[in-house]
């Protein structure tokens, strides 16, 4: 056998020679210092003309995700200020757009005209109708003074959660942190 089938062989043979809580280790990155990799210098061992299929499988299994708790202690007001204004803006403008669009749909299929002879029959009166322009002018001015108002409670409610966190040491959230980054392989891919 040449070189190149030697290292292919140690290549294959490396990770049936491995246990399952040696490889748990390894995924879980426990693994003492001391110990060294052996898919780290299987994959040294195989020259360019290796199988690329190969490397690329062993470079796929070297990622990892382990378990982190972050801290948050402070929430910056004025980017709480700048997402909320436009949140509440576009929420305004989504509402505007749907309630006019229910507005002529309802009034396509005849649903304002009921609902003004429904009033005057059930209070008695002469002369009932709806207004779309000053319905419309209303909600307009009341929709943008919530998002006023609900912007500037979101920034309130970001200053009393820092106040708050400088007493209580902040909020604790774990999370799942996984290597996205790959190596680059530098043998040609087949197919």
Same mark, same amino acid.
């Given at each position: 056998?040449?070189?190149?089938?030697?290292?292919?062989?140690?290549?294959?043979?490396?990770?049936?020679?491995?246990?399952?809580?040696?490889?748990?280790?390894?995924?879980?990155?426990?693994?003492?210092? *001391?110990?060294?990799?052996?898919? !780290?210098? $299987?994959? +040294?061992?195989?020259? &360019?003309?290796?199988?690329?299929? %190969?490397? @690329?499988?062993?470079?796929?299994?070297?990622?990892?995700?382990?378990?982190?708790?972050?801290?948050?202690?402070?929430?910056?007001?004025?980017?709480?200020?700048?997402?909320?204004?436009?949140?509440?803006?576009?929420?305004?403008?989504?509402?505007?757009?749907?309630?006019?669009?229910?507005?002529? *749909?309802?009034?396509?299929?005849? !649903?304002? $005209?009921? +609902?003004?002879?429904? &009033?005057?029959?059930?209070?008695? %009166?002469? @002369?009932?109708?709806?207004?779309?322009?000053?319905?419309?002018?209303?909600?307009?001015?009341?929709?943008?003074?919530?998002?006023?108002?609900?912007?500037?409670?979101?920034?309130?409610?970001?200053?009393?959660?820092?106040?708050?966190?400088?007493?209580?040491?902040?909020?604790?959230?774990?999370?799942?942190?996984?290597?996205?980054?790959?190596?680059?392989?530098?043998?040609?891919?087949?197919?």
């Amino acid at each position: 056998m040449s070189a190149i089938d030697d290292s292919e062989e140690t290549l294959l043979s490396a990770p049936a020679e491995d246990t399952f809580s040696e490889r748990a280790d390894n995924f879980f990155g426990e693994s003492s210092p *001391a110990e060294p990799e052996t898919e !780290t210098a $299987a994959a +040294v061992a195989v020259p &360019a003309s290796g199988s690329p299929i %190969l490397v @690329e499988r062993i470079q796929e299994r070297r990622l990892r995700a382990r378990k982190v708790r972050r801290l948050v202690r402070h929430v910056e007001p004025w980017s709480v200020l700048k997402v909320a204004l436009l949140f509440n803006f576009c929420m305004w403008i989504v509402t505007m757009v749907a309630g006019v669009l229910l507005w002529n *749909a309802a009034e396509t299929a005849g !649903t304002i $005209a009921d +609902v003004e002879q429904f &009033a005057r029959e059930i209070f008695a %009166l002469e @002369e009932f109708t709806f207004d779309g322009e000053s319905i419309f002018n209303a909600v307009a001015l009341g929709g943008l003074v919530l998002a006023v108002a609900a912007t500037g409670f979101s920034v309130l409610i970001a200053i009393l959660l820092n106040l708050i966190s400088d007493l209580t040491g902040g909020i604790r959230v774990t999370v799942v942190e996984e290597e996205t980054a790959r190596p680059i392989s530098t043998l040609p891919r087949r197919g």
